[in-house]
């Protein structure tokens, strides 16, 4: 199908990561688009409290207050979330130059600011006394603390708001912000998500056996979507910001387009369990991103698929794409093999690797997959780097709980 420039499409103008491979978008889209593997390492933190997995996906990046130009004032709301999404965010609005004072505001975390819950609960079990809390507790433990913060930071009058979605939770944001532009309650927005390493959430997901614990002699191979040996999936710290604006006024400005935000399917597992996905969720989601903006299965050039390296999850959803494409092999990937799992800042960070292949004419491998897993041996991803130029694609986000969101992005 091919697509009309409207003045009311919305556009991505501006894009910033913070994730494993640092946060210069040069230096992150070359380990993509070229298959070179990125950084995972042992993360002291899950060896001092022995967790079966010692692994995990590192941010090192500078955000003090220096770095990031903020006051102690501004400052002493913000979490280790809030100031990666600044940072985020900082990139893409520098690329994107949108005027701030208007942009709505869709950021959100999986778990907000863990460390102030602790610091609450250790407060109160040792001094037995509620006024020894600080004053400052509340915006950095609440939900909406992200965006909250960054709405602050930018002076921002429009609206602002944090969707919480497990896994799918960065892709929800972005659909929900294209939303409010098509809709005319903004004309322009930051959207995405966020997920720092913190040591109760990884312990959760390890005491779930969520993760590889096979491999922590070997950090580098330990994220490997679709591998017949796959083990489970690496945490990995990441945010993704997009800054999702109307065409038109992108265009006036002579903004850089990576692409557009063409539609979006959203579902539950139906017979799923909060753990263990079915396949019909991940088919309702892309079903419905085609369906609603008149697209069909032959229209799609790429999907980049969740699969997390989870040895259910990712064959589970390569079922759905089979279903919904029929006889068509069509060409998808899982770029977490080069971040491991952002939970709420996956969905963001994926979409904008995909628009990277849509805008640049490329599509990234997904690595460390061989020998592949037997059930994908007559249907496998992609697994070297691809030059082909590609007008439509797929980003998938599945959760827990059956969360589940498909985003349908376009080239410029």
């Not at 992150?28 to 390492?41: D, L, T």
């Not at 892709?171 to 913190?198: K, V």
């Not at 992108?250 to 557009?260: F, L």
């Not at 069509?330 to 995909?354: L, N, P, Q, R």
Request: hydrophobic residues 35%.
């Amino acid at each position: 199908m091919k697509f009309s420039k409207s003045p009311q499409d919305v556009v991505v103008t501006g894009v910033g990561i913070c994730c494993n491979m640092g946060d210069a978008s040069s230096e992150i889209r070359n380990h993509v688009r070229y298959g070179k593997p990125a950084p995972f390492e042992v993360w002291q933190p899950a060896v001092d409290f022995g967790a079966r997995c010692n692994i995990a996906g590192v941010y090192h990046g500078d955000v003090s207050d220096a770095a990031l130009g903020i006051s102690k004032k501004e400052s002493r709301f913000m979490g280790p979330p809030s100031r990666r999404a600044l940072r985020a965010t900082q990139i893409a609005l520098a690329e994107s130059k949108v005027e701030t004072r208007n942009l709505a505001v869709v950021v959100g975390s999986g778990t907000g600011d863990v460390g102030t819950h602790c610091e609450i609960h250790d407060k109160l079990m040792t001094t037995r006394k509620a006024t020894k809390i600080a004053p400052t507790s509340v915006p950095r433990l609440m939900s909406s603390t992200v965006s909250a913060n960054l709405a602050s930071i930018l002076k921002s009058v429009g609206p602002s708001f944090s969707a919480t979605a497990a896994c799918a939770g960065g892709a929800y944001n972005l659909l929900l912000a294209t939303q409010m532009i098509q809709s005319g309650h903004a004309r322009a927005a930051i959207a995405g998500g966020t997920e720092t390493l913190d040591m109760h959430f990884y312990a959760g997901f390890d005491a779930m056996r969520a993760f590889n614990s096979s491999d922590n002699d070997n950090p580098q191979r330990a994220s490997r979507p679709y591998a017949a040996d796959r083990q489970g999936f690496i945490l990995g710290e990441g945010t993704g910001i997009l800054v999702l604006e109307r065409r038109d006024d992108a265009e006036a400005r002579g903004a850089k387009i990576h692409g557009v935000i063409r539609g979006f399917g959203m579902s539950s597992d139906g017979t799923g369990s909060m753990v263990a996905p079915t396949s019909e969720g991940a088919y309702a989601a892309m079903s419905q991103a085609l369906s609603t903006t008149g697209c069909s299965p032959d229209d799609v050039d790429y999907i980049n698929t969740h699969g997390t390296s989870t040895p259910l999850g990712d064959v589970t959803e390569v079922r759905a794409i089979r279903k919904l494409f029929g006889d068509r092999h069509v060409t998808y990937s899982s770029t977490k093999g080069y971040t491991g799992h952002s939970v709420s800042g996956a969905g963001a960070i994926e979409a904008i690797f995909t628009l990277w292949m849509l805008n640049e004419g490329w599509i990234a491998p997904a690595i460390r997959a061989t020998p592949l897993d037997s059930e994908l041996e007559d249907y496998p991803p992609l697994l070297e780097p691809t030059d082909r130029k590609i007008e439509l694609a797929l980003s998938n986000s599945l959760g827990f709980g059956g969360t589940n969101a498909s985003l349908l992005l376009g080239a410029n």
